[in-house]
């Protein structure tokens, strides 16, 4: 372990009636590090985090908190952290009672608590309601003063538990752009917990993807979104297209060469794969692009199958052979230049095309 690992863990397994929870070799945290640990229903990404948090013990491996073993001073450590549930665990009373506790707790001088206190209630836009009782907030305001509660005690690293998953949307991209803009402030690391990670993206510094209670892929996000290492970290991460295909010959153009998709051939920056290779494409819906009539690589035609209406986009489903979705901007196409059943040319840049071996 080197001096820049915040926390870490090394050959962590936790098993539950004999079936494997955790199986994870290494996995580390850097100070002021934010990751968002992401994955399916029950694939152990809430365990890893109350492993961490060091709420769970594992049947095996170790944990170490800047490169001490937890286990030689578990009250210390836990001291340096905070957690957030996607529940806000809220006690009886005040506002400004709740985000207290953890100092009363602590045993700080009164002023200090007030002043801590007030602080946080401010960071998270939440000074006016010091005085409200905790029965009296909506949804939004109550996990607000959870991450007051959590942010007030000053901690290390910061766990947090899909914190969103119960919030509207306007009120989830408010509270994303709040925690991060706080988490960078008081340099601190943090580990979320997510289905979408996209809500995160602009201060994540790396996504982790669990499936099966391991850990998969690993990379800052323009890695994980554009380069997903199987079909499975795709999908989680918002790829649509996700084709079948079989690595062809050399393209002719340096550099590239082609992967077959039905009977269609489409262009790909050049790898290390070999003709014959099976493969999965991935392609991001925003990476497919209408055709200009200029002399495009991978350009294709086929018929609008759906269109979907969204708040500045159309989503289109085409049928070329194959199925892809594609967006684009209703400021340059009209509806009815997007109905079904209607010929839609479009075009792949070979950079935006993503291939992974079967």
Request: hydrophobic fraction near 45%; charge should be neutral.
């Amino acid at each position: 372990m080197t001096p820049d690992v915040l926390m870490s863990v090394k050959n962590l397994r936790w098993t539950r009636a004999d079936r494997v929870i955790l199986e994870v070799p290494d996995f580390s945290i850097r100070p002021h590090e934010v990751i968002a640990l992401i994955g399916a229903n029950g694939a152990g990404k809430s365990s890893l985090l109350k492993m961490l948090a060091l709420l769970e013990k594992p049947d095996s491996g170790e944990i170490y908190f800047k490169n001490v073993p937890v286990a030689d001073r578990p009250l210390a450590v836990r001291r340096k952290m905070a957690m957030v549930f996607q529940e806000p665990l809220l006690l009886s009373g005040s506002v400004f009672k709740n985000v207290a506790q953890g100092l009363v707790f602590r045993g700080l001088p009164r002023s200090e608590i007030a002043r801590r206190v007030h602080a946080a209630l401010s960071d998270f836009g939440i000074a006016h309601l010091a005085k409200r009782n905790q029965k009296h907030l909506s949804g939004g305001e109550a996990q607000r003063v959870s991450l007051a509660r959590a942010m007030v005690v000053e901690p290390e690293i910061l766990f947090l538990d899909e914190p969103f998953a119960a919030l509207d949307l306007p009120t989830r991209q408010a509270l994303a752009e709040d925690i991060g803009r706080i988490i960078r402030q008081r340099e601190i690391s943090a580990v979320f917990v997510t289905h979408n990670a996209e809500e995160l993206s602009l201060f994540t510094d790396r996504i982790c993807i669990m499936e099966k209670g391991i850990l998969i892929q690993e990379g800052s996000p323009e890695v994980i979104f554009n380069h997903p290492a199987s079909s499975v970290a795709a999908r989680l991460v918002g790829v649509e297209n996700i084709l079948s295909g079989t690595i062809h010959h050399s393209a002719d153009k340096p550099g590239y060469q082609k992967v077959q998709v039905g009977l269609h051939h489409l262009i790909i920056p050049e790898s290390d794969l070999r003709p014959g290779t099976p493969v999965d494409i991935f392609i991001r819906p925003e990476a497919i692009l209408p055709a200009t009539g200029a002399n495009e690589l991978n350009t294709l035609t086929g018929k609008i199958a759906k269109t979907i209406s969204l708040n500045s986009q159309y989503k289109l489903v085409i049928e070329c052979g194959f199925s892809v979705t594609i967006l684009v901007s209703k400021g340059t196409h009209a509806l009815h230049d997007v109905q079904p059943g209607q010929d839609f040319q479009f075009h792949v840049p070979p950079d935006r095309i993503h291939v992974a071996a079967k």
